[in-house]
């Protein structure tokens, strides 16, 4: 019996880690564009 239930539980866990990972770094990139061109947004805002 290899795919015990805490196999399966480390799976999802491993699983929501990088899918945790992955947004973590989509949420970095869109701060750094977001405080990199923040003319740009207030631009937007106004308009």
Do not use: A, G, V, W
């Amino acid at each position: 019996m290899k795919h015990s239930l805490i196999d399966q539980s480390d799976e999802r866990i491993i699983s929501l880690l990088e899918t945790i990972e992955k947004l973590s770094r989509i949420l970095s990139e869109i701060t750094k564009h977001s405080m990199r061109r923040p003319l740009n947004n207030e631009f937007y805002l106004t308009t």
